[in-house]
């Protein structure tokens, strides 16, 4: 019992205290110097309920830009790597190793690093991509091109890890049951349906409860790629979450954290969500 004391002790440190004041401050007006002032719900009420509040804007602005980008990138972040990591299972498939650097390699590259990599690709006047599409577009200031550049920017760093995950879930599944399946006439999509997906289930729901809570999170990208712009139409959450706490001007941290509970909030019933709709088809 003593080796987890540790363990215990970081949890609650690093974890559970943390949690715990956040939900507290968002009870209180607080801007990070003065004293702590018990509000009660007023910041909820504000944030939920004042039309002519900016903090009301910000939230749902900043929610809806949000599960835009949610919607935008998790099938893709599933879908793709697994499509990648399948294909990697024929036998007969060459430059196997190439193949897997290529997808492995962007997903050890830091979210910053990688933005700035795709900011030079979309750069209007120096990248490569206005000569690739024979185009002039200023990718980063106008829609729909802005939410593109971001969808490019964690794309490229989230499919590795995914893919990596189904790749070592893939490689348990026993070459038996293959040859089974191929002895009694089975198609490769017949395999994929029957053996693969039945054998990689908890990988690929841990993957996109992981990723859709990821998802959520994003911040890097559109703060390096946009700032938010044009006209707040890719201001994401967090970034109005970090701007009241962290921004110019006075600390508006209570506010802060009660749109962090809420988004907290949301996190917790979206994956609950998908919980729930994932047992029910491994029952069914």
């Known amino acids: 019992m003593l080796q987890y004391i540790p363990g215990y002790l970081a949890l609650t440190v690093f974890v559970l205290l943390p949690i715990i004041y956040g939900i507290y401050s968002s009870f209180t007006q607080w801007n990070l110097i003065s004293d702590q002032t018990w509000v009660g719900l007023n910041n909820y009420k504000t944030i939920l309920l004042d039309q002519e509040s900016t903090f009301y804007f910000q939230f749902r602005n900043g929610l809806k830009n949000t599960l835009l980008f949610v919607l935008y990138t998790i099938p893709f972040q599933i879908l793709f790597p697994l499509m990648i990591a399948t294909v990697m299972q024929h036998k007969g498939l060459k430059f196997k190793g190439l193949f897997q650097a290529i997808f492995y390699v962007p997903g050890l590259v830091s979210a910053s690093a990688g933005a700035l990599i795709w900011l030079l690709i979309f750069n209007p006047r120096l990248g490569p991509m206005n000569n690739l599409v024979a185009s002039d577009v200023v990718w980063t200031a106008q ?11 964690s794309m490229w760093g989230a499919i590795g890890g995914n893919l990596i995950i189904y790749r070592s879930a893939m490689a348990g599944v026993s070459e038996d049951l293959y040859e089974a399946a191929e002895i ?3 198609g490769s999509l017949r395999k994929f349906i029957s053996i693969t997906l039945p054998s990689i289930r908890f990988p690929l729901f841990y993957t996109f409860v992981m990723s859709t809570a990821g998802a959520f999170n994003v911040y890097v990208q559109p703060l390096m790629a946009t700032n938010g712009g044009p006209n707040q139409s890719t201001t994401v959450l967090m970034m109005y979450i970090r701007n009241l706490a962290f921004g110019s001007g006075e600390s508006v941290a209570g506010m802060a954290s009660a749109m962090a509970v809420l988004l907290g909030l949301v996190i ?17």
């Not at 829609?143 to 920017?153: D, L, R, S, T």
């Not at 709709?277 to 069914?284: A, F, I, L």
């Open 143 to 153: 829609q729909p091109y802005a939410w593109i550049v971001i969808f490019v920017m």
């Open 184 to 186: 009694d006439g089975a």
């Open 268 to 284: 917790l019933a979206v994956s609950a969500l998908q919980f729930y709709v994932m047992t029910k088809r491994s029952k069914g």
